[in-house]
C-alpha cells in the first residue's frame, strides 16, 4: 500500500442542533398549527383554550417571526430556504491553523466601506439575490478595483429571477453561488429591481456581459464534511482576507424588531424555539474578536438596525446561523503580478508536533533524515504566499513484481476544497491524518501545488499511466510541461522545503516528492 488517509471520526461525527432539514421562510410550523386545529375541532372543550395557549406562546417564543412589533408595524421579508442535503452538496473550506505560531488574525476587520448602500427587498423573499449579488460580490468587486459600491452594485433580481421558487418566496443559497459561478452576474444599473414580480429574465446579450463578473469559486465554512457546525474561525479568516461571507440564518421576531438598534441580543426563548423559525440570507461583511460579534449587512433598508447593519453576538450566531459560504476572494491587479509565488511545506508528526527532518536528494526530491514508525501519524504543514490549489498523492516503493497505483490522498474525498486562497499556514488534512501502514520499508508523497484547480483524478491515472519505472519520474510526466522550469527547491532548517517563483511565469504548477522510510 502506502501513505494513507485516516479520518478523525469523533469530529466528524455531526452532533449539532442545526443537523434539520428544516426549510425557511417560516413554513415549518404548518404542520403542528393543523394537528392542533384538528383537536380543536374534535374536541371543543379542550381545543379551543389550547389554541389560545398555543398561539400566545408561538407569538412570543419567536415562531411568528414574520411578524413585528406594534412600534414597528412593517413586515420583512426573507425567502431563505435551508436545506442540509443541499448544504452537503458545496466543499469544505481548508482553514488556516489556529495552533500556528506563524499564524494571526487582526483582532478586528470590517469590510463596511466597500458595501452598498442597505436597500429593501420589500414584498419579495429575494434576500438571496440580496445577500450574494448585491452585497457580497458588489464588496468583493469594490475592495478589488476600487471602484465606489454603490455604482458598481449588482443586481439582486438578476440573480433571483434565475433561481428563485416559484411564487418569488425563496432560494437556496448554494444555488445562487453556483449560479455566480458558472454564470456571472449584471450590475444594477442595468438589471433594476422589481419587488412585485421576479418573472423578468434577463436577454442573451446579458447574459453573456454576465460572464465578465464570475466568482472563481466559494466554500461551505464547516468544521469537517460530516459536521455542520459553522467554523467560526474560518469565517473570520475568510473576512480578513477580504472576502465577504454569505449566511443563511433563522431568524426570530427580536431581529426583525431592530429599529435604530446596533447590537442584537437573541431572547431564551427564542434561542428553545430556534427550529421552528424562517430562515434569511445576509452578508458577514466584519468581526470583533474584543467584542466578541459579527457584522452584517442586511436587506431591509437603512431604517433597520444601524443604517441597514447590526452586530450579532458569537454566541447567538453560532445558535442561529445555519449555513455560511466563503467565496473565493479576487485578487487585486497589482498584488498579483508583483508578489511571488512562495511556498514552505514540511511533514508534520502529530505525536510529537514537530517537523520531520529531510535532505534533498536531487532539485525537488526530499527524504527523511531516518525512518519512521510504522503508525506513524502525519500532517502536511504548508505557508503560502499566494492562493493556490493542493493536492496530495502516494505510493508505495516498487517492490520486486509489486506494482501498486498510486492514491489521491488530499483531498480525501469530493466533499474537501483543495483550495488554499487564504494565505498563511496551516496545517492539513484538518479532519485526518496521513498515516504510515504495515506495508512495505518506503513510501512517497507527492505535494502538488498548482495557481490553477486541477482535477485529481486525472493526475493519479496520468501517474499510473505515465510508465517510467518510478514514483517521482510518473509525478513529473504526470504534470507534464505545466511545471515551473528551472524552479530551486530548498531545505529551510532542515525540515521544511522552500520554493519561489514569480507570479507571472507562465508555468503554474509545482510538485515537492517526498520518500518517507519506515520501520
Given at each position: 500500500?502506502?501513505?494513507?488517509f ?11 442542533n442545526?443537523?434539520n ?10 404542520a403542528l398549527?393543523?394537528?392542533?386545529l ?8 379542550i ?7 398555543g ?6 417564543l ?6 413585528t412589533?406594534n ?5 420583512y421579508?426573507m425567502?431563505c ?7 452537503d452538496?458545496?466543499k469544505?473550506?481548508a ?6 505560531s ?13 458595501a452598498?448602500?442597505?436597500l429593501?427587498?420589500g414584498?419579495?423573499g ?12 458588489t464588496?468583493l ?21 434565475q ?6 418566496q ?7 453561488l453556483?449560479?455566480m459561478k458558472q454564470?456571472g452576474?449584471?450590475q ?10 421576479c418573472?423578468?429574465k ?26 455542520y ?7 473570520k479568516?475568510?473576512?480578513a ?5 454569505i449566511?443563511a440564518?433563522k ?5 426583525q ?24 440570507a ?5 468581526y470583533?474578536?474584543?467584542?466578541k ?5 442586511n ?6 438596525g ?21 467565496i ?10 508583483t508578489t511571488?509565488?512562495?511556498?514552505e ?11 520531520l ?8 526530491l ?20 499566494l492562493?493556490?490549489f ?15 497505483n498510486?492514491l ?7 466533499k ?19 498515516f ?9 508523497m507527492?505535494?502538488?501545488?498548482s ?10 491515472q496520468?501517474i ?11 509525478v ?7 511545471a ?9 532548517s532542515g525540515?521544511?522545503v ?5 507570479a ?6 509545482a510538485v ?8
Amino acid at each position: 500500500m502506502a501513505i494513507r488517509f485516516r479520518p478523525d471520526n469523533d469530529n466528524d461525527n455531526n452532533n449539532d442542533n442545526n443537523n434539520n432539514n428544516n426549510r425557511g421562510g417560516g413554513r415549518n410550523n404548518s404542520a403542528l398549527i393543523m394537528t392542533i386545529l384538528m383537536f380543536a375541532f374534535r374536541y371543543p372543550k379542550i381545543g379551543i383554550p389550547l389554541i389560545v395557549i398555543g398561539g400566545l406562546a408561538f407569538f412570543f417564543l419567536g415562531g411568528g417571526s414574520g411578524a413585528t412589533s406594534n412600534n414597528n408595524p412593517d413586515i420583512y421579508n426573507m425567502g431563505c430556504e435551508i436545506s442540509q442535503e443541499k448544504y452537503d452538496e458545496s466543499k469544505v473550506f481548508a482553514a488556516l491553523s489556529s495552533s500556528s505560531s506563524k499564524y494571526s488574525l487582526p483582532a478586528k476587520v470590517s469590510l463596511r466601506q466597500y458595501a452598498p448602500r442597505p436597500l429593501n427587498q420589500g414584498s419579495q423573499g429575494s434576500c438571496v439575490g440580496w445577500a450574494s449579488a448585491y452585497s457580497a460580490r458588489t464588496i468583493l468587486e469594490s475592495a478589488t478595483t476600487g471602484t465606489n459600491p454603490n455604482s458598481t452594485a449588482f443586481s439582486p433580481s438578476f440573480l433571483y429571477n434565475q433561481i428563485g421558487i416559484k411564487g418569488c418566496q425563496g432560494a437556496y443559497t448554494g444555488e445562487a453561488l453556483e449560479h455566480m459561478k458558472q454564470k456571472g452576474l449584471l450590475q444594477f444599473s442595468k438589471f433594476p429591481y422589481n419587488e412585485n414580480s421576479c418573472s423578468q429574465k434577463p436577454s442573451q446579450a446579458q447574459l453573456q456581459e454576465a460572464t465578465r463578473y464570475k466568482i472563481r469559486g466559494y466554500n461551505r465554512l464547516t468544521k469537517t464534511g460530516r459536521n455542520y457546525d459553522v467554523d467560526l474561525e474560518a469565517v473570520k479568516q475568510n473576512i480578513a482576507q477580504g472576502a465577504p461571507v454569505i449566511i443563511a440564518a433563522k431568524v426570530p421576531h427580536s431581529f426583525q424588531d431592530m429599529m435604530g438598534k446596533k447590537v442584537w441580543k437573541a431572547k431564551s426563548a427564542e434561542k428553545r424555539n430556534v427550529n421552528n423559525l424562517g430562515g434569511h440570507a445576509m452578508c458577514l461583511i466584519g468581526y470583533d474578536d474584543t467584542k466578541k460579534q459579527f457584522e452584517i449587512q442586511n436587506s431591509w433598508g437603512t431604517q433597520w438596525g444601524d443604517g441597514g447593519f447590526v452586530f450579532v453576538r458569537y454566541e447567538d450566531f453560532k445558535i442561529f446561523c445555519r449555513e455560511a459560504y466563503g467565496i473565493f476572494p479576487h485578487q487585486k491587479a497589482k498584488t498579483a503580478s508583483t508578489t511571488d509565488f512562495a511556498i514552505e511545506c514540511g511533514l508534520y508528526d502529530v505525536a510529537t508536533g514537530a517537523t520531520l527532518n529531510l535532505r534533498n536528494v536531487r532539485n525537488n526530491l526530499f527524504e527523511t533524515t531516518s525512518p519512521i514508525r510504522i503508525g506513524t501519524e502525519l500532517k502536511i504543514e504548508i505557508t503560502n504566499s499566494l492562493e493556490c490549489f493542493t493536492y496530495v498523492f502516494s505510493k508505495e516503493a516498487d517492490n520486486g513484481n509489486r506494482q501498486g497505483n498510486a492514491l489521491k490522498i488530499f483531498p480525501p474525498s469530493d466533499k474537501y476544497s483543495s483550495y488554499m486562497g487564504i494565505v498563511g499556514t496551516r496545517l492539513f488534512p484538518r479532519n485526518g491524518k496521513f498515516f504510515a501502514d504495515d506495508e512495505g520499508t518506503r513510501d512517497f508523497m507527492a505535494i502538488v501545488y498548482s495557481k490553477n484547480e486541477l482535477n485529481p483524478d486525472q493526475i493519479r491515472q496520468s501517474i499510473d499511466n505515465a510508465g517510467k519505472g518510478n514514483f517521482y519520474d510518473n509525478v513529473m510526466s504526470a504534470v507534464g510541461n505545466r511545471a515551473f522550469q528551472n524552479l530551486t527547491y530548498k531545505s529551510k532548517s532542515g525540515n521544511l522545503v522552500s520554493f519561489k517563483q514569480s507570479a507571472t511565469a507562465k508555468q503554474d504548477i509545482a510538485v515537492v516528492v517526498i520518500a518517507l522510510d519506515k520501520k
